[in-house]
């Protein structure tokens, strides 16, 4: 998989280095050639309370990585009986979840809401991807997870990019 990644990401690259511009512009003219439009609306969701809404979800999702571990080892690994070095991994998961869930608030908080939404609308998906993996790898169970995961990427992707 990662072999494929870096080839796609290597043709994208030499495609991008080799591509003429079939007509004559000049640098006034690109200057806004990677501006994304974003700021569209799902019902009340839109850019500028989603980042604080991720931001509660990753919260309550550290808070039971941190509070539960043993519970969320057997829950997402299928494991019967909980060891100790996966539940130590669990809490360390849980307490970067919350670094970044409060990195998030506070980037947002500070205006930025637009930014990290489009931040959102790539991680998301790229979170998905991951979950996709290991759930066809037999290393993730949780259904519940996948369809949030595929939920909040399709929003986060749709209110940053279109």
Same mark, same amino acid.
Not at 19 to 27: L, N, V
Not at 146 to 154: K, L
């Given at each position: 998989m990662y072999k494929t990644i870096f080839f796609i990401a290597l043709i994208v690259a030499c495609s991008a280095k080799v591509?003429?511009?079939?007509?004559?512009?000049?640098?006034a003219d690109m200057s806004k050639v990677l501006a994304v439009r974003g700021g569209a609306n799902v019902g009340p969701i839109n850019s500028e309370n989603l980042p604080y809404i991720s931001a509660a979800m990753g919260?309550?999702?550290?808070m039971e990585m941190l509070l539960m571990?043993?519970?969320a080892t057997k829950k997402y690994l299928k494991e019967p009986v909980a060891n100790k070095f996966?539940?130590?991994?669990?809490?360390?998961?849980?307490?970067? /979840? /919350?670094q970044s869930s409060i990195m998030q608030y506070m980037v947002a908080k500070s205006g930025a809401?637009?930014?990290?939404?489009?931040a959102m609308g790539i991680v998301w998906p790229m979170g998905l991807a991951f979950v996709l993996w290991r759930k066809s790898?037999?290393?993730f169970?949780?259904?519940i997870a996948?369809?949030?995961?595929?939920?909040?990427?399709?929003v986060a992707a749709y209110l940053a990019f279109s």
């Open positions: 591509h003429k511009p079939f007509a004559k512009t000049s640098k919260v309550m999702y550290s571990s043993e519970d996966s539940a130590e991994m669990t809490k360390w998961f849980g307490l970067s /979840l /919350l809401s637009e930014a990290v939404t489009k790898e037999g290393m169970h949780d259904q996948v369809g949030i995961n595929v939920a909040f990427s399709a």
